[in-house]
């Protein structure tokens, strides 16, 4: 993809695209956000449409998760392919990952994971999860203990989502990757098949950027590799599938080149768009931008506040407007945010149909919003203070996930 450097941490296309999508940027022109079409095209992945949600639904032989039937993971790699290896009779595994920035995730984050957590149950996988201290250390140029403890903090939280412990390795890379050769080896076979333009092109780093992130990528591409895990898959060579924020994807085009020059089949994906900023979709939530965002660690009444203060009003200007013209949902961050957390599908709609008739104002959408978040994350809080550090200590351990290839 030709790119043109605007900075250490964002590009545009030639082609003058003003939605800029990278790893560590995403910003769009429109109030309705990124154009997601216009990405797949751009990415060339492909649209997850109604057929691939029944295959799902036949494979799994349970309905589609929200996420799934609500559009918020729209697009995939592979998808047909890591189903076609599962009703064989084969198993895949899952990988995702986090750049541990700071100690306190947001809810953009959790999005992933939440995911995750429903595909680990509906398939019954083993599931890797790659904490990226060492590229915040690069990036943010955080001091190398603290980075680890930041990834210890995120562990956290991530843990509290409920993956199985007897079938989830979760690592740092600065403390795993010293003591697994296997990991090394396959960075390296990474490493002398992409070129510094490849690099350029694909992740827009520029001449004066530290040549701790052009050599980053093939960190955070080896796990889509399963003889990165001999721990795990004892040297076989296993489909991988990735859910993630469509932000990751540059790092698996990558992977996806080289995968089956190594003999190994190319990982799948499951892409999200991006859970949008309070402020409206024109960015995504941002741990850095502490207004953006709702963070897991935040009180009941921070979230109120944060909500009423902050989230972006699809309504009109005055009441007697809003009750003869309706709100625009498309643009109202209150509707898109109980997208992603309403389950109810029923309320969801009344919701949905009452604010754009102008039936329901403005605060009264806020509220609902709010209820929704304070359960969410009161009960998230409850379950992450049950996670001590032995309980952390137990998913870190490299050890064998009882993975067998043929189910
Ligand atoms: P990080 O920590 O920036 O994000 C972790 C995961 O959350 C997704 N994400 C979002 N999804 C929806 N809406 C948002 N506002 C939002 N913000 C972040 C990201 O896409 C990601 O899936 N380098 C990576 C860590 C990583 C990784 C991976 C991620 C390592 N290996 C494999 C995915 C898959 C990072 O810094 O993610």
């Not at 890797?128 to 210890?152: G, R, S, Y």
């Not at 199985?164 to 990991?183: C, M, Q, R």
């Not at 089956?260 to 741990?287: D, E, R, V």
């Not at 009003?313 to 498309?330: K, W």
Request: glycine share 6%; with cysteine; aromatic share 10%.
């Amino acid at each position: 993809m030709a790119a043109v450097t605007v900075g250490d941490d964002a590009f545009v296309n030639e082609d003058g695209d003003t939605d800029v999508i990278t790893p560590w940027s995403v910003q769009s022109k429109n109030d309705t956000g990124v154009d997601y079409d216009k990405l797949i095209k751009k990415f060339g992945s492909a649209r997850i449409d109604d057929e691939l949600l029944k295959r799902f639904e036949k494979v799994t032989g349970q309905p589609p998760h929200h996420f799934l039937r609500r559009g918020i993971f729209f697009s995939h790699r592979d998808m047909h392919t890591a189903l076609d290896v599962y009703e064989s009779g084969k198993s895949f595994y899952l990988y995702t990952g986090r750049g541990p920035s700071s100690d306190a995730m947001h809810l953009g984050h959790l999005i992933s994971f939440l995911f995750c957590k429903w595909l680990q149950d509906v398939f019954d996988v083993p599931l890797v999860i790659q904490l990226t201290d060492d590229e915040k250390v690069i990036w943010k140029n955080l001091d190398l203990d603290d980075a680890i403890k930041l990834a210890h903090e995120n562990a956290k939280d991530i843990i509290a989502c409920g993956f199985n412990p007897d079938k989830t390795f979760i690592f740092s890379n600065l403390e795993h990757i010293g003591n697994n050769p296997a990991f090394y080896r396959n960075m390296i076979e990474i490493q002398k098949r992409v070129t510094f333009n490849q690099v350029k092109g694909i992740f827009g780093f520029g001449d004066s950027d530290p040549i701790g992130k052009i050599s980053f990528p093939p960190t955070q591409a080896a796990p889509a590799l399963s003889t990165t895990f001999p721990f795990i898959f004892k040297g076989a060579k296993v489909q991988c599938l990735i859910p993630c924020g469509i932000d990751q994807d540059p790092y698996f085009r990558m992977t996806r080149d080289i995968a089956p020059k190594l003999g190994i089949p190319k990982p799948a994906l499951l892409h999200s768009i991006f859970f949008p900023a309070l402020q409206g979709s024109k960015t995504k939530m941002s741990a850095s931008e502490i207004n953006s965002a709702i963070f897991l660690t935040d009180t009941p009444k921070q979230i109120k506040n944060k909500v009423n203060k902050n989230a972006f009003s699809g309504g009109q200007a005055t009441v007697e407007e809003h009750r003869r013209l309706g709100g625009n949902c498309e643009i109202d961050t209150s509707y898109q945010w109980l997208k992603f957390f309403l389950e109810d599908d029923e309320k969801l709609e009344v919701l949905r149909k009452n604010y754009t008739s102008g039936d329901l104002l403005t605060g009264e959408l806020k509220k609902e919003l709010i209820d929704v978040l304070q359960k969410l994350i009161s009960e998230h809080q409850a379950r992450r203070s049950q996670v001590t550090d032995e309980v952390v200590e137990k998913y870190m351990v490299p050890r064998d996930l009882g993975f067998v290839l043929n189910k």
